[in-house]
């Protein structure tokens, strides 16, 4: 048995299942495939990956070869269509096992599907991007409860999976593989870099660093009073870039949480904090059991959205120039930095959806090339929920914009910093 791991949302060492179960008698392939299709233009006049996004991931699959190599493996980087190139090698290098990490994106399920179609060979997919495997449950993903409250009741009762330890040894490579070149990335990205732009580094290693550090008493301890902030890294755990590439497992961060509370003592921020998790949790579920109709525009609900594109009004707001200062000030941060706060995002899609009636479905390509965090279930999965098309049981809510300044942003701070004033 050839076995072939194939790293998409699982870019680290700790948490792998798939390779610790590796027959050592064997060979072990490597790959990470740079999509061509990441490049090119989605029907909503974007692309799925920006330039934020591009160099996080750069530096992640970066560390990831590096990692693989201090351990003798080697990970092989390929450019193209991805059913291709593992079609070319599982031909080239006799390949009888592919590994992977189960991932909810329907693009990323339909290019299973299609090889799996096409190829005669074993498969392994672990389920680590979840934080709880399908088995485990309390219902069949045909009876998804319809919205989250229903979802977290049910999941309180069941045991969380502990992740498993990081490899520390892998079978060789196979010899043949010393005759492939890595490709390199298509394009730089062009993103200048800009002074507010937050530190985030691509990779495991500081992946686990940032849940060390924010897992500090003082930052953890007191996630409740703080996480609807806007600007700045200590309000929010700033984790999810990590965990929508995977260079950090779900069930990781909460065994470390669980740790802390054993240690400092569980309080109602590190409740709340668990209960942001189960928010990612639910939707990645939600996209495994709707599939494509999680970019639909009728949505899971399956109900008509306000639905109208004003290329002027998508524009203004694109541009953080609405004439709204909080709406302004928040897509002038995504613009230039990759990043937005979770009540700036609620903010500025409920004004694209409800202020100026657009199609959600453009609001949501957006962030999707922007965010650096950019994870398909949760970003499509809020969408849904702000445009009133998704699992919200009010259906549909609208944010008042004074009330949120006034509330969260009451010195105007955020405002001055993004709009100079
Ligand atoms: C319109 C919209 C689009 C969004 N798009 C994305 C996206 O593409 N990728 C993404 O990871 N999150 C998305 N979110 C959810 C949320 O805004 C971010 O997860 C959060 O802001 C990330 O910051 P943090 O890691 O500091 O979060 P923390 O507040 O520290 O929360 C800890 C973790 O819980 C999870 N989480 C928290 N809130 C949510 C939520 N509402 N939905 C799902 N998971 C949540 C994240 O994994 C996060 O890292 C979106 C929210 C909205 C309203």
Redesign the pocket.
């Known amino acids: 048995m050839q076995q072939l791991h194939w790293f998409r949302y699982d870019l680290r060492l700790h948490d792998q299942q798939a390779l610790l179960t590796s027959d050592y008698s064997k060979s072990l392939t490597c790959v990470f495939i740079i999509d061509e299709q990441w490049f090119q233009p989605t029907l909503w006049q974007t692309r799925p990956l920006g330039p934020f996004r591009q160099v996080f991931l750069e530096q992640a699959v970066a560390e990831l070869s590096d990692s693989l190599q201090r351990i003798g493996q080697r990970l092989l980087i390929k450019y193209g269509n991805p059913q291709t190139i593992i079609k070319e090698l599982v031909e080239q290098l006799g390949i009888t096992r592919i590994s992977l990490q189960k991932h909810p994106g329907s693009f990323e399920r339909r290019q299973i599907r299609q090889l799996k179609a096409a190829l005669n060979v074993e498969w392994f997919e672990s389920e680590s991007f979840t934080l709880f495997a399908e088995q485990q449950l309390p219902f069949p993903l045909s009876d998804l409860p319809a919205s989250y409250t229903p979802f977290k009741k049910q999941l309180e009762s069941v045991c969380p999976i502990a992740p498993y330890s990081a490899v520390s040894k892998l079978p060789k490579f196979p010899k043949q593989l010393n005759a492939l070149a890595d490709d390199s990335w298509p394009t730089e990205p062009a993103q200048e870099h800009h002074p507010f732009q937050l530190p985030f580094i691509g990779g495991e290693r500081a992946g686990l660093k940032q849940v060390d550090y924010y897992f500090d008493e003082n930052h953890l301890s007191n996630?409740k009073q703080t996480?609807n902030g806007f600007d700045g890294w200590d309000f929010?755990?700033?984790?999810?870039p990590w965990?929508?590439l995977g260079c950090l497992s779900p069930r990781r961060v909460l065994s470390q949480l669980k740790d802390f509370e054993a240690r400092q003592g569980a309080n109602e921020s590190t409740g709340w904090?668990y209960l942001?998790?189960l928010?990612?949790e639910y939707?990645q579920w939600l996209a495994y059991q709707y599939d494509t109709r999680m970019y639909h525009r009728r949505g899971v609900r399956d109900v008509n959205p306000l639905l109208s594109f004003y290329s002027e009004y998508y524009t203004a707001w694109i541009n953080g120039r609405t004439g709204c200062a909080i709406v302004d000030a928040a897509m002038k941060q995504l613009k230039n930095t990759g990043w937005l706060?979770?009540r700036s995002?609620?903010i500025v899609?409920s004004f694209l959806v409800n202020e100026y009636q657009v199609d959600w479905r453009f609001g949501a390509a957006w962030?999707e090339q922007q965010?650096i965090?950019?994870?398909a279930a949760?970003?499509w999965?809020?969408?849904q929920y702000?445009a009133g098309v998704g699992t919200d049981p009010r259906g549909k809510r609208t944010f008042n914009m004074t009330k949120q300044a006034q509330t969260y942003d009451p010195d105007n701070a955020f405002v001055s910093r993004w709009m100079g004033g």
């Open positions: 996630y996480r929010s755990s700033k984790l999810s965990l929508a904090f942001e998790l928010w990612r939707f706060s979770n995002r609620q899609a962030f965010l965090d950019y994870d949760s970003n999965g809020n969408w702000l």
